[in-house]
């Protein structure tokens, strides 16, 4: 009778790159992060400095429900109160192939989409999402803030004093960079969620981000 193998687990791992196709990446085993190095095109970028200078709030929602023929999501009314900003179309556009693009990786029906302005850090604490997995970009300010593996004691996680205090442990992601971050809820990856957190913005300063959640 021969002796059952066991499968030993892939050693976990974040992967980056200066292309779309480094995203493809989070599909592998053992990666929770991966993330698009990518330059905002100017007018993109210039559209979030200006929308952040008007200090006005912004926080939306909406599910989508992806189109079966390929045709573009519908995004019309997202961040409609800013539409008369230069950049604005841009900007739209910017987002609905992000959408796109990340429901075509994981074969989404569903997607959640959030766009908000910030001015504090929304999730202070290093945590892990309890999702399949969520891209997401900072369009003007900081980006998030993330660990690698053994950075921290998982056990410990939401409590202050087992936090890293050497900044030199703390990983960044830049700002237009795109992150696919795995939650708890890939299967294959339970226990092994990205450790991250938001980042706590200058006083003063403010931060555009927007995440996608697969939701089906």
Known sequence: MLAPTLKLRPVI???????P????????????????QRRLPV???DFGRLLLSLNE??????????????????LQGLASGFNDLEGYEGFIADVSWLV?????????????????????????????DHVPVRLITTYAGIGSEWLKEGA?????????????????????????????LKGEKWHGNEGFGLIHRSPQPAPGERRLILTLDWLG
């Open 13 to 19: 791992s974040q992967v980056q790159g200066e292309t």
């Open 100 to 128: 796109s693009a990340f429901a075509c990786l994981l074969g989404a029906k569903r997607i959640g989409v959030r766009l908000r302005v910030l001015d504090k850090a929304m999730c202070p604490r290093f945590h892990v």
């Open 57 to 74: 709030p912004l926080a939306e929602s909406l599910v989508l429900e992806m189109p079966a023929d390929d045709t573009e999501p519908n």
């Open 21 to 36: 196709q480094a995203l493809a990446r989070i599909l592998d085993d053992g990666v929770n992060l991966a993330i698009w």
């Open 43 to 45: 007018h993109i970028a």
């Open 152 to 180: 921290m004691d998982r056990r410990q996680l939401s409590k202050p004093e087992a936090e890293p205090t050497d900044d030199s442990l703390i990983q960044h992601i830049g700002s237009g960079y795109v992150a696919l």
